[in-house]
């Protein structure tokens, strides 16, 4: 079975001019050509403008079909356009994972008078009013899609809370008074109770909102052909909820079907806690290491590279965790900044490109590069030969060398059903170093070469399948037979 790579195929900074279906089109196949088994998508559904990047849902069952909040496309094309998106990258192979965002709605139509109370920002659970009267943006009543996919129209009824009175024009965060009111148990308890995050809060605990949002997700896997799903913000939404949703779409889908959850918090203990309470219905992104590329990258050759994988979800949870450099969240200049270095990045991708366990994401903004005000160059060319080497080398048992501070490596030895696959990979955060390693004797007077070029000479194993491989300093090099090469050449000619 060949190595499978989702690729996250946007960042925030993308410029809002309704093109990216078009290019995910025009991309899909070279895609498929270096690797990419599935694609996850932006969020596809209407915002609150023609600039929202999709987290600001304003209409679930508006693709970019629909004249609303100004505008019938989506930031990134109509309905018709991802729908052509999507066809040319299932005829290329290539699955799709639609980013589904249920934690809150937002740019209703008109506001209602409630009841509320105030709670303290810093702590949840503390009230700091008694119950008084606002003005909230709780309905959502879809005029310009005139119920067409769906009649059902929310109310205040249908939120937990939200921040902002329209009467006192000032912002707060209010739960809703009502029967029944209250903030959800079953999420993290960060700031005492982690219900609420952002706009009108939904409400899970209501059953009219849970029969239409399950009936919504099946909506939306039939209008996608979806093979799968990112579930945005987990942590503030009701875990029952979230489990009965993933189980009901795989069920209803009746095939395979991905789900990968946004639990964004660097404690391994909770990430944990979450997947074993979840019977490992769905898989969580690696948020610990993340932060470990990003200590490493900050602290250079201070850092110990042998404990970068300490604390990591892959490490404890190989077969349930998506791995990724960056994304979205970490960019620049958003809440949750945390960019991994350039110089580090190549040794990120190589960590979780070339190794056994999880499931590696690759980021847009690492592979197109980053727009808007404060634009980033692309490492394509340093992300194209590591991909390269996942999709004819990194196969058969790993062997770890991670025996010193400042250099690691580790060999993956190949397979019969991949024609001279096996690698070893070299990294070093400080100087130019170099390891003796053995691929046994029926590897004897191979050659290898370094596929990211790094290095440039070749190194032939001895009669005992024996040799010294280099990386240079504060880089990566992957080494990897040179038949494989010869054998591209032949197949292209």
């Known amino acids: 079975m060949d190595n499978n790579t989702m690729m996250q195929f946007f960042e ?10 078009q290019k995910l089109a025009k991309d899909a196949r070279h895609l498929s050509s270096i690797g990419i088994s599935a694609v996850w998508i932006p969020p596809c559904t ?65 506001t209602q008078d409630i009841t509320v109370v105030e709670v303290d920002r810093m702590n949840r659970e503390k009230d700091i009013s008694a119950p008084f009267g606002i003005s909230a943006w709780t309905s959502f009543t879809y005029p310009g899609r005139g119920g067409k996919y769906s009649a059902f129209q929310w109310s205040w009824e249908h939120f937990t809370a939200t921040d902002w009175d329209e009467k006192a024009r000032r912002s707060g965060i209010f739960r809703i008074c009502g029967d029944y009111k209250h903030f959800s148990e079953n ?15 939904i409400d899970y605990n209501h059953p009219a909102v849970v029969a239409e949002t399950l009936s919504w997700g099946k909506w939306l896997c039939d209008e996608l052909s979806l093979d799968g799903i990112r579930l945005d913000a987990v942590k503030h939404i009701n875990e029952d909820f979230i489990e009965l949703f993933v189980k009901s779409m795989k069920e209803y889908v009746g095939r395979p079907f991905f789900a990968v959850a946004e639990y964004w918090k660097d404690d391994l203990s ?6 074993d309470s979840e019977n490992y219905y769905l898989t969580l992104f690696d948020v610990p290491l993340h932060y470990n590329f990003q200590e490493a990258g ?41 960019y991994i270095s350039s110089w580090f990045k190549p040794l990120a991708y190589a960590l979780i490109l070339l190794r056994k366990d999880g499931y590696p994401c690759l980021f847009y903004g690492d592979y197109y590069g980053v727009s808007g005000d404060d634009p980033m160059p ?54 130019d170093a170099c390891k003796d390693l053995s691929f046994g004797v029926e ?51």
């Open 378 to 431: 692309d490492h394509r060319s340093e992300i194209d030969p590591l991909m390269l080497a996942r999709k004819i080398a990194a196969y058969g048992e790993q062997i770890d060398s991670f025996d010193q501070p400042n250099v690691i490596s580790w060999q993956r030895m190949g397979d019969q059903e991949h024609p001279f696959s096996g690698l070893a990979v070299l990294m070093s955060n400080n100087d």
């Open 187 to 201: 999420v993290d308890h960060e700031l005492g109770n982690y219900d609420y995050l952002m706009y009108a809060d």
């Open 270 to 275: 909770c990430l944990r806690k979450y997947l």
């Open 46 to 110: 209407k915002g609150t403008s023609s600039a929202d990047v999709g987290y600001g849902i304003y209409d679930r069952y508006d693709l970019g079909q629909f004249d609303q909040k100004g505008t019938t496309a989506t930031k990134y094309g109509t309905r018709d356009e991802l729908l052509a998106a999507i066809s040319a990258l299932h005829q290329s192979g290539v699955g799709v994972y639609a980013d589904i965002v249920m934690n809150h709605l937002a740019g209703a139509d008109q």
């Open 12 to 21: 925030w900074y993308i410029p809002a001019d309704q093109t990216l279906w």
């Open 298 to 338: 900050l602290r250079g050759k201070d850092f110990d590279l042998r404990t970068i994988f300490d604390g990591s979800l892959v490490r404890s949870n190989p077969m349930n965790v998506v791995t990724f450099v960056d994304n979205h969240d970490s960019q620049r200049h958003q809440a949750l900044e945390s």
């Open 443 to 493: 590897m004897a007077f191979s050659v290898w070469m370094d596929i990211t070029s790094n290095i440039s000479c070749r190194v032939t194993l001895s009669a005992e399948g024996k040799g010294k491989f280099l990386v240079q300093g504060s880089s990566v090099s992957v080494w990897v037979r040179e038949e494989i090469f010869q054998a591209r050449k032949m197949d292209e000619t």
